[in-house]
């Protein structure tokens, strides 16, 4: 006999394997049958498969019936049709719930039990960082792009640590009643503030996370501000471990020392001495009310720059107080604003130079990109700029060399040099205060350096660059009350556009913004430089609208740069024509990391966006490649290069800005001239300033110097783009009257073409630029500062040698040789 009862389920299986069924006749207790149930047994079991008799009964085979001990019905109730149920019954609803239930909490509990041992294991091995570490990492560090040469300092200008016994305890309590009124009771964490920073994260609501004091002082110095998990995560546990290993009163007196309170104050013993004063010792309440309202946005609640707001707050952290007992209602009642000292123009680590607004720029970049003023202030970050060295240097020695002391004081300048491949600012120049007014970002007026998107909207029109147009002086236009001109007087009734481009004929550009459509050419200028609708900021051109009039109209007076835009905007847009029309958004940031080199942030430059057509930029490039040469501004070697100048005059007989923009297929440069102020502009020979004067002057140095010793780059010299389906002129069909001077007037037959008088006529001898020497003698009549032999002998920039002889007349640092010969051209550097 077995040592089992053989239809007992407790018995041992053997994987799959069963035992094979017994013959399904009966049982006699003998022959190969079962062998019969042993007597005393006092229950019955189920075979497997199938049913038991009762005890006393014979056993059926598996899967067979057996008869109860009086021969009667089944041991198990009937099945569902009325026969015995086959195997385990079903289980019922309930138990199929309990049973899901128990598996549930089976899983729970597993998961909680891992939780536990990775949060144990997490928590142990977290490292509190030492809080005499925190100044030193908090010092925000900007480089140049080799990563290594450093730019400027943020955070290390003005910072007293002072225990807390020594920041009065009413200004202690105003803080805590702005950012965490429960601070001596929780346990350094708030859960609340976490759910809903993660919920914000989930749905991408408001980053505001509610964190208490110790998380701010755990995120503010030893982490980022990402708002991520991960971030939270880490912050958790260190406030956690914070708590634990610091009394209250350190983790105070550490977050009171570490937090910016703006205006370059960093810690509440600096801020007490640039607000009031004081030191921290001697705060009261209200004053304590003030610096409280100051932590969560120093420049937004500044009492000079908003007044209003910050004493909104002020009497929310008062009323706070009051709540928690920290101040009585008669104290509060007769609470009064506390005067605040004036601005006392803190550079926040700016450099003086031209590189301060280098670092304006990037600041402003990475708060675009979520950084607030606490992290970049004082978050000990390592910023690599897109600013190359040699090229800032470059920039800087070309603005000095020809921008002399020589040169009118009220003048003012501005360089900007991109990457078109990348986006990447490689050299920004706004003027030599790096903490006044950036002109980079001066919205002035371009005159003629716009009139390459003019062509380019042209040509996406079917108006090729040999196309003819009227570029006659002194046109009246159905849109406009005063008539055109040109400078200088110039005149070519039926230039191609490419001469008339070369020759910045206003009427020809005037006319062609006419055909093609004012907003057109607006729709080609804002996608080549990205400029929103309309102006930001808070200058006279806020929320207006861009490349219009005051009434939010755009004319055809677009096609000769009346309407304003900034230096940095033209080296964007000839940034995109020498990218084939791939517009690279500019930027100033390469690269982030904390403290310790973990990479928060890089920008290697977007793929960027395809704005133009191919084609069109490459007919615009062949038909300004002549600009250079003919304004006397061609690179060394030969290098080939595009370029426009452009002059925006005042009146009749002055200029308020000049420009000169150009590129090669690695690099687009902008330089501006001009003043605060529209005022006539003139050089310190008295001369009016054109672009192809002063500005072409610093943009030649500078280009020449970044681009010497690279290779020579090609640019298209084939226009793609024939034909004219536009109001053209027709080509002269007689040879253009001799030039006239002078000594020999002549006059010419009429010609056969209404393109030309129908009436003979005796020309006059024309000085268009007003240089002393008539047109037909000059080789740039609409440039007086490009002599030309016969000239009375002048010396327009003081160097010795006289413009006749002079390669750069305006440029005191080319002279010429002694012997008279034309001088060499100075050496690369």
């Known amino acids: 006999m077995p040592s089992h009862d053989e239809t007992s389920p407790v018995a041992p299986r053997a994987g799959s394997v069963r035992r094979p069924p017994a013959a399904r006749t009966r049982s006699t207790g003998g022959g190969g049958g079962r062998p019969p149930v042993p007597p005393g047994r006092g229950r019955t079991t189920a075979s497997r498969g199938g049913t038991t008799a009762s005890r006393g009964g014979t056993t059926a085979s598996r899967g067979g019936t057996s008869a109860s001990r009086s021969g009667g019905g089944s041991g198990r109730p009937p099945g569902r049709n009325g026969t ?26 597993g998961m909680l039990a891992l939780l536990c041992v990775f949060v144990g294991v997490v928590y142990a091995s977290t490292e509190v960082p030492s809080p005499d570490s925190v100044s030193t990492k908090q010092t925000t560090i900007m480089y140049y792009s080799d990563g290594t040469t450093e730019m400027a300092r943020l955070g290390d200008e003005n910072r007293t640590n002072v ?75 260190l406030a956690i471990k914070l708590d634990n290993n610091f009394s209250k009163q350190q983790i105070l007196e550490n977050y009171l020392n570490t937090i910016y309170y703006g205006r370059g104050a960093y810690g509440i013993e600096a801020a007490a001495n640039t607000y009031f004063g004081v030191p921290a010792a001697q705060l009261t309440a209200q004053q304590g009310a003030v610096l409280a309202v100051l932590v969560r946005s120093p420049s937004s609640y500044d009492p000079e720059t908003n007044p209003e707001g910050a004493q909104d707050r002020w009497g929310l952290v008062l009323d706070a107080m009051v709540e928690e007992g920290w101040l009585t209602k008669g104290e509060r009642e007769a609470s009064v604003y506390p005067p605040v000292l004036p601005k006392t123009g803190s550079t926040l680590g700016m450099p003086d130079g031209p590189e301060g607004h280098i670092v304006k720029e990037v600041r402003a970049e990475l708060e675009r990109r979520g950084y607030d003023e606490q992290q970049i202030n004082a978050g000990g970050l390592r910023v690599t700029t897109t600013i190359s060295k040699p ?122 913004a006419y055909e093609v459509g004012p907003e057109n050419v607006r729709d080609t200028i804002m996608a080549a430089t990205g400029l929103p609708d309309t102006w930001g900021g808070s200058d006279f051109f806020a929320n207006k609208k861009v490349l219009a009039n005051g009434d939010g109209k755009t004319g055809s007076s677009i096609g000769i740069g009346e309407y304003e835009m900034r230096p940095i905007d033209q080296a964007q847009g000839f940034a995109t024509l020498a990218a084939g029309g791939v517009r690279r958004p500019a930027h100033f940031i390469a690269k982030v990391t904390d403290s310790e080199g973990t990479v928060l942030m890089e920008n290697g430059g977007e793929a960027g966006e395809q704005v133009l057509p191919s ?81 072409g002057a610093i943009w030649q140095r500078f280009m020449n110097a970044v681009l010497s010793g690279t290779p020579k780059e090609k640019l298209p010299d084939k226009a793609l783009i024939t034909g004219d389906t536009g109001k053209g002129v027709p080509e002269p069909t007689t040879e253009a009257p001799a030039p006239v001077t002078p000594e020999a007037p002549v006059t010419s037959a009429a010609p056969t073409t209404s393109a030309a008088p129908t009436t003979p006529a005796k020309p006059k001898p024309v000085d268009s630029d007003g240089d002393g020497v008539t047109d037909d003698k000059d080789p740039a009549p609409n440039d007086p500062t490009i002599p030309v032999r016969g000239r009375p002998a002048v010396d327009s920039d003081g160097d010795g040698v006289t413009d006749d002889k002079d390669p750069a007349p305006n440029d005191p640092t080319i002279p010429g040789r002694s012997n008279g010969e034309p001088a060499l051209p100075p050496p690369s550097r």
């Open 84 to 109: 015995a149920a086959k195997g385990r019954p079903a289980r019922s609803k309930k138990q199929r719930r309990k049973r899901r239930l128990k598996i549930a909490a089976a899983v729970v509990g």
């Open 615 to 695: 084609d069109v930029v490459n007919d615009t490039t062949v038909a300004i490649k002549g600009v250079a040469a003919y304004s006397k501004r061609a690179l060394d070697g030969g290098r080939e290069v595009a370029s426009k100048t452009g002059t925006q005059g005042l009146n009749s007989t002055d200029n308020s800005d000049a420009w000169m923009v150009g590129y090669t297929p690695s690099l687009s440069a902008a330089v501006w001239v001009g003043a605060d102020e529209r005022i006539p502009i003139r050089d310190s020979s008295g001369r009016i300033i054109y672009g192809s004067g002063l500005p």
């Open 391 to 512: 090229a800032q240097d470059a920039a800087v020695a070309a603005v000095d060399a020809v921008m002399t002391d020589a040169q009118p004081p009220e003048l003012r300048q501005a360089l900007v040099a991109i990457d078109p491949r990348t986006g990447a600012v490689v050299a920004y120049h706004g003027g030599r205060d790096g903490t006044g007014t950036d002109y980079a970002q001066v919205k002035r007026q371009p005159g003629s350096s716009v009139k390459p998107y003019v062509l380019a909207t042209a040509l996406e029109q079917g108006i090729g660059i040999q196309s003819r147009r009227d570029g006659s002086d002194n046109q009246k236009f159905k849109d406009r009350e005063k008539p055109v001109t040109n400078s200088g007087g110039a005149s070519c009734p039926a230039c191609t556009l490419t001469e008339a481009i070369t020759r910045s004929l206003n009427t020809t550009f005037y006319s062609l």
């Open 163 to 237: 225990t807390l016994d020594q920041i009065s305890e009413p200004a202690q309590r105003a803080v805590l009643a702005a950012e965490n009124r429960s601070f001596y009771t929780d346990p350094g964490i708030s859960f609340s503030g976490i759910v809903r920073a993660a919920w914000n994260n989930v749905t991408g609501g408001s980053t505001q996370g509610g964190s208490t004091i110790t998380q701010q002082y755990v995120k503010n110095a030893f982490l980022t501000s990402e708002q991520t998990f991960s971030r939270k995560f880490q912050e958790l546990f």
